[in-house]
């Protein structure tokens, strides 16, 4: 058999697997789960002081791992991949009336990877982190780091509110449990990427509208006023904004609000970045973006060595897919039961915008996994943590990586359908309590 055909099929299994296990959930009847209960073992975990300790455990094992992470890749420069080498020399850049792109940047097309100290995003973005860059570098990668780490728990603590889920003790646990155990979180702690303002705009998305308070609450406008921050910081994020903006009311005017207050000063103060960016995203759309760890569809077909002309369906299929999701978005966002699912679906069509979807982009599943979590029965649950941890398992098997995140983006997707349909008569579970009847 082909290696390249082995690769295929080792990267199909984990989902056939992961079917099957979804399979037997959804068929075993209710009462087998309720013998399960009786038992000893089992009966364990009815103590909510088990599952409290149990949870603390595992938290403490995932912090434990992360500064194992943080210690073997600090000395070989890596805690300094995108916030110190790139963001903040492009704030220090502009503070001193340089362009912050690089002369390699401006003069052709680069890889879609760019290199080690290249900044590849808006001029506004380096502006708004100006106070960190004139701290010491090594004080403001560990406080962008904290500020990350509280704008990911907070973004899923948010998506869980507008599921409906209740504050309690267990779900703080279990929160930080998730974020710790999700690899692309720690992916973005330890490169200083810029997962966690984005995933915050998703979690402040979902809760915009949740109970249907309003087209004009001050939830929608700060949220509204958080969707248009993302796509200044990060253009691809610009997906969100058709949905916002046609909701109407608060959304609408946030968003606006947002685009005007961050893009006009920085329009006026540093004209010039603005126009090396439009030649810099020009050269990184044209650029290369065949790598081994990039996610996106077309590209991890290509490197499992498939026909090209299997390769290029497959692009095709991404940029339909995408263009779909945009106008399922526009459709469902006029309704407030429908908006989660708007939400997931110009996510998602932000993903898949890109030639390149890196691992730490995953990230911003997670909020959407969280509101889908806590309305979800069982088997659903269930599908959910298999393709987490797929993802997971996946961070250096990039094959592995994308399947657990088709697998949870369609999960995401039909986990939100009933909340577009239906609305108020969906109920929530407990976090981390999870029912076996």
């Given at each position: 058999m082909p290696g390249n055909v082995r690769q295929a099929l080792g990267a199909l299994a984990p989902l056939v697997g992961f079917a099957a296990v979804t399979a037997i959930v959804e068929t075993t009847p209710a009462d087998v789960w309720a013998r399960l209960g009786r038992q000893?073992?089992?009966?364990?975990?009815?103590?909510?002081?088990?599952?409290?300790?149990?949870?603390?455990?595992?938290?403490?094992?995932?912090?434990?791992?992360?500064?194992?992470?943080?210690a073997a890749v600090t000395p070989a420069g890596g805690?300094?991949?995108?916030?110190?080498?790139?963001?903040?020399?492009?704030?220090?850049?502009?503070?001193e009336g340089r362009s912050p792109y690089l002369p390699a940047q401006l003069n052709g097309p680069f890889p879609a990877h760019g290199r080690y100290g290249w900044y590849l995003y808006p001029p506004v973005f380096a502006q708004v982190l100006t106070p960190l860059a004139l701290l010491p570098a090594a004080v403001g990668a560990i406080l962008w780091l904290l500020i990350q780490a509280l704008m990911l728990f907070v973004a899923t603590w948010l998506a869980a509110s507008a599921a409906g889920a209740r504050r309690s003790l267990d779900r703080v646990l279990w929160t930080g449990v998730a974020l710790t155990f999700f690899m692309p979180v720690h992916e973005v702690l330890w490169t200083g990427n810029v997962g966690g303002p984005l995933a915050l705009s998703v979690g402040a998305l979902l809760l915009a509208r949740a109970g249907d308070p309003g087209r004009?609450?001050?939830?929608?406008?700060?949220?509204?006023?958080l969707a248009a921050a993302a796509a200044v910081i990060k253009l691809a994020p610009l997906a969100w904004l058709p949905a916002s903006l046609r909701a109407g009311g608060a959304l609408a005017r946030g968003s606006l609000l947002g685009l005007a207050a961050l893009v006009v000063p920085s329009l006026v103060l540093v004209p010039q970045a603005w126009l090396d960016y439009v030649?810099?995203?020009?050269?990184?759309?044209?650029?290369?973006?065949?790598?081994?760890?990039?996610?996106?569809p077309a590209i991890v077909a290509l490197n499992l060595g498939l026909p090209s002309s299997f390769v290029d369906a497959?692009?095709?299929?991404?940029?339909?897919?995408?263009?779909?999701?945009?106008?399922?978005?526009l459709r469902l966002s006029r309704s407030a039961h429908g908006w989660p699912a708007a939400v997931a679906c110009?996510?998602?069509?932000?993903?898949l915008l890109p030639a390149a979807l890196w691992y730490h982009y995953l990230v911003l599943l997670l909020p959407l996994a969280a509101f889908v979590w806590v309305r979800a029965a069982l088997r659903t649950r269930a599908v959910l943590l298999a393709s987490g941890a797929l993802i997971s398992v996946g961070m250096t098997v990039p094959?592995?990586?994308?399947?657990?995140?088709?697998?949870?983006?369609?999960?995401?997707?039909?986990?939100?359908?009933?909340?577009?349909?239906?609305?108020?008569?969906?109920?929530?579970?407990p976090i981390g309590e999870p029912s076996l009847a």
């Amino acid at each position: 058999m082909p290696g390249n055909v082995r690769q295929a099929l080792g990267a199909l299994a984990p989902l056939v697997g992961f079917a099957a296990v979804t399979a037997i959930v959804e068929t075993t009847p209710a009462d087998v789960w309720a013998r399960l209960g009786r038992q000893p073992g089992f009966r364990t975990f009815a103590s909510s002081r088990f599952r409290r300790v149990i949870g603390l455990l595992l938290l403490v094992a995932g912090l434990v791992y992360l500064a194992i992470l943080l210690a073997a890749v600090t000395p070989a420069g890596g805690f300094e991949i995108d916030f110190v080498a790139g963001y903040r020399r492009a704030s220090l850049d502009l503070l001193e009336g340089r362009s912050p792109y690089l002369p390699a940047q401006l003069n052709g097309p680069f890889p879609a990877h760019g290199r080690y100290g290249w900044y590849l995003y808006p001029p506004v973005f380096a502006q708004v982190l100006t106070p960190l860059a004139l701290l010491p570098a090594a004080v403001g990668a560990i406080l962008w780091l904290l500020i990350q780490a509280l704008m990911l728990f907070v973004a899923t603590w948010l998506a869980a509110s507008a599921a409906g889920a209740r504050r309690s003790l267990d779900r703080v646990l279990w929160t930080g449990v998730a974020l710790t155990f999700f690899m692309p979180v720690h992916e973005v702690l330890w490169t200083g990427n810029v997962g966690g303002p984005l995933a915050l705009s998703v979690g402040a998305l979902l809760l915009a509208r949740a109970g249907d308070p309003g087209r004009d609450s001050r939830r929608a406008l700060i949220a509204g006023v958080l969707a248009a921050a993302a796509a200044v910081i990060k253009l691809a994020p610009l997906a969100w904004l058709p949905a916002s903006l046609r909701a109407g009311g608060a959304l609408a005017r946030g968003s606006l609000l947002g685009l005007a207050a961050l893009v006009v000063p920085s329009l006026v103060l540093v004209p010039q970045a603005w126009l090396d960016y439009v030649r810099v995203l020009l050269n990184l759309v044209t650029g290369d973006a065949r790598y081994a760890n990039n996610l996106a569809p077309a590209i991890v077909a290509l490197n499992l060595g498939l026909p090209s002309s299997f390769v290029d369906a497959v692009r095709l299929a991404a940029i339909a897919s995408t263009i779909g999701l945009l106008l399922v978005s526009l459709r469902l966002s006029r309704s407030a039961h429908g908006w989660p699912a708007a939400v997931a679906c110009a996510v998602l069509a932000g993903l898949l915008l890109p030639a390149a979807l890196w691992y730490h982009y995953l990230v911003l599943l997670l909020p959407l996994a969280a509101f889908v979590w806590v309305r979800a029965a069982l088997r659903t649950r269930a599908v959910l943590l298999a393709s987490g941890a797929l993802i997971s398992v996946g961070m250096t098997v990039p094959p592995l990586a994308a399947a657990g995140a088709a697998a949870l983006a369609v999960t995401l997707l039909v986990g939100l359908r009933p909340t577009a349909q239906q609305g108020a008569t969906n109920t929530a579970m407990p976090i981390g309590e999870p029912s076996l009847a």
